[in-house]
């Protein structure tokens, strides 16, 4: 009688060793489905997540995976690789800050030209933000083209930073005699200005360079809370008084190409626009 209940012990045990051992094994190869009664992965979650503590990756059995540093964002390496942490070089943005979005830079060696010798000035001295580009009564003025550039705002708060430079270069009609060009160059913004700063180049008698005067010319200006849409972007200069109807004039180049003193690359006009905006997010 004790045999037979001894032998019907140990049978019980292996039914159970082996159910356990079954249970195990479907465990361990089985696929969990959250919010999904068909998972398609080992761990396949259909809804909203929440993690409470630190997320690891790349860990085994027998060691925890990395946690990655305080900055650091993870970052996909294909189709059966572990992600991995990254670490970025530009900040993230945060709510409530204005950050760069985009940065447009251009270049013209053409310049202008056509404010040259026997080209009378304008005598306009006052500019006011809004006239238009086209109105001649505010002025000639006469466009750099390889200036030009569009693009798109899509946040009504926002900065446009514009940065405008360009070489200036008179000659006066006698090398022994002091002649000077005032002007004024601005940036139109859809075909109605938006910045603008006069300035004057002198030639004082400039023996030494045949009369000639080198200036470099600089405009920056920043523009708040430009509309939503579609920007153009022009930049334009004008003639307002010359000494002499002779003197040579030119803007983002040099006056003649056979002078020694200058080129079209060394007065060449740059233009650089800065587009910050206010950084918000929506939530669900």
């Given at each position: 009688?004790?045999?037979i209940?001894?032998?019907?012990?140990?049978?019980?045990?292996?039914?159970?060793?082996?159910?356990?051992a079954g249970?195990?094994?479907?465990?361990?190869n089985a696929?969990?489905?959250?919010?999904?009664?068909?998972?398609?992965?080992?761990l396949?979650?259909?809804?909203?997540?929440?993690?409470r503590?630190?997320?690891r990756?790349?860990?085994t059995?027998?060691?925890?995976?990395?946690a990655g540093l305080?900055?650091?964002v993870?970052?996909?390496?294909g189709?059966?690789?572990?992600?991995?942490?990254?670490?970025?070089?530009?900040?993230?943005m945060?709510?409530?800050?204005?950050?760069?979005i985009?940065?447009y830079?251009?270049s013209?060696?053409t310049?202008?030209?056509n404010?040259?010798?026997?080209?009378?000035?304008?005598?306009?001295?006052i500019?006011?933000?809004?006239?238009?580009?086209?109105?001649?009564?505010?002025?000639?003025?006469s466009?750099?083209?390889?200036?030009?550039?569009?693009?798109?705002?899509k946040?009504?708060?926002?900065?446009?930073?514009?940065?405008?430079?360009t070489?200036?270069?008179?000659?006066?009609?006698?090398?022994?005699?002091s002649?000077?060009?005032t002007?004024?160059?601005?940036?139109f913004?859809?075909?109605?200005?938006?910045?603008?700063?006069p300035?004057?180049?002198?030639s004082?008698?400039?023996?030494?360079?045949a009369?000639?005067?080198?200036?470099?010319?600089?405009?920056?200006y920043?523009e708040?809370?430009?509309?939503?849409?579609?920007?153009?972007?022009?930049?334009?200069?004008?003639?307002?008084?010359?000494t002499?109807?002779?003197?040579?004039?030119t803007?983002?180049?040099?006056?003649?190409?056979?002078n020694t003193?200058?080129?079209?690359f060394?007065?060449?006009?740059?233009?650089?626009?800065?587009?910050?905006?206010?950084?918000t997010?929506?939530?669900?």
């Amino acid at each position: 009688m004790f045999l037979i209940h001894t032998f019907a012990a140990l049978i019980m045990k292996r039914i159970i060793y082996s159910s356990a051992a079954g249970l195990l094994s479907f465990c361990v190869n089985a696929q969990v489905g959250i919010g999904t009664p068909s998972p398609k992965s080992t761990l396949d979650v259909n809804g909203k997540t929440t993690l409470r503590k630190e997320l690891r990756v790349g860990g085994t059995s027998d060691q925890a995976g990395n946690a990655g540093l305080n900055g650091q964002v993870l970052v996909s390496q294909g189709e059966g690789l572990p992600p991995v942490w990254k670490s970025l070089n530009v900040s993230f943005m945060e709510e409530g800050q204005y950050k760069l979005i985009n940065s447009y830079l251009s270049s013209d060696q053409t310049g202008i030209t056509n404010l040259s010798g026997g080209i009378a000035a304008d005598n306009v001295y006052i500019n006011n933000v809004g006239d238009l580009l086209t109105d001649t009564s505010k002025g000639v003025w006469s466009k750099i083209g390889g200036l030009e550039n569009n693009f798109i705002i899509k946040n009504g708060r926002n900065r446009l930073t514009y940065q405008f430079q360009t070489g200036i270069e008179m000659k006066a009609p006698a090398a022994n005699t002091s002649q000077s060009v005032t002007f004024t160059c601005g940036v139109f913004r859809n075909g109605r200005l938006v910045a603008v700063r006069p300035d004057k180049v002198v030639s004082n008698n400039n023996t030494e360079k045949a009369g000639i005067q080198d200036y470099i010319f600089t405009l920056n200006y920043t523009e708040q809370n430009v509309p939503i849409g579609n920007q153009k972007l022009e930049v334009a200069c004008r003639k307002i008084n010359s000494t002499h109807l002779n003197s040579q004039f030119t803007i983002g180049r040099n006056v003649s190409d056979t002078n020694t003193v200058s080129n079209a690359f060394t007065l060449e006009s740059v233009m650089k626009i800065d587009v910050i905006e206010y950084v918000t997010y929506k939530s669900n």
